[in-house]
């Protein structure tokens, strides 16, 4: 069987690193190139770190991105002309970046997620059943703690868990999406649903 050739962007930050070292150590798959958002002069398993550029994606089936969203919709851009698949795991997306990421979908195949884990798709999917059960009438709140290296928050899993909210209720999300609170030892409920992110120490997530 022939492998998946892939081209792993934001190769030095902690979820590049591990897809690079989930991909050496498959079979099923071959790194042809990395990228970074700036010159690095080092190789990585023998790989020379790129811009993102035609030229660093161009033999790659499959483009796979947790960085950051101006970069990942470089990816996109660049992507969409040479007709690559691309794998998103970047949140933090605003509602007219999301709405440019489906535009390009129309073009490209694009599987996106702010959770690959299957627990928290089931989750998200809990959400939305329990949520369309109790209706209009009850009020929520959705609570997320990462390690302070994340820059983003609320977290893209919270946000899957506000989406499920909104859907279940059969609402526009971002019309029912409240404050955005950071490290706070509490925070009130709303009609709309409001998010507490809290930052700290080595937690995994």
Do not use: W
């Not at 706070?184 to 809290?198: C, Q």
């Amino acid at each position: 069987m022939n492998k998946i050739k892939l081209t792993i962007t934001g190769c030095l930050g902690r979820m590049g690193q591990q897809l690079i070292k989930s991909a050496k150590n498959s079979k099923n798959f071959k790194l042809v190139s990395l990228t970074e958002n700036r010159i690095v002069n080092k190789k990585i398993f023998g790989l020379k770190p790129q811009l993102n550029s035609i030229s660093a994606f161009k033999n790659a089936n499959v483009i796979i991105d947790f960085t950051i969203p101006k970069c990942t919709l470089e990816v996109l851009k660049i992507a969409s002309k040479l007709k690559k698949k691309v794998v998103i795991g970047t949140t933090g997306f605003s509602k007219k970046e999301e709405n440019l990421i489906k535009k390009y979908s129309k073009n490209i195949p694009i599987l996106k997620a702010g959770n690959m884990s299957l627990g928290i798709n089931l989750l998200m999917y809990l959400t939305e059943i329990a949520s369309k059960s109790l209706g209009d009438n009850f009020l929520s709140k959705v609570f997320e703690i990462h390690h302070k290296h994340k820059k983003d928050h609320p977290s893209g899993t919270a946000l899957m868990l506000g989406k499920g909210i909104a859907t279940g209720k059969n609402k526009d999300f971002y019309n029912l999406m409240g404050k955005k609170y950071l490290n706070k030892k509490t925070f009130p409920y709303s009609k709309k649903i409001n998010f507490n992110s809290i930052r700290k120490g080595e937690i995994v997530g």
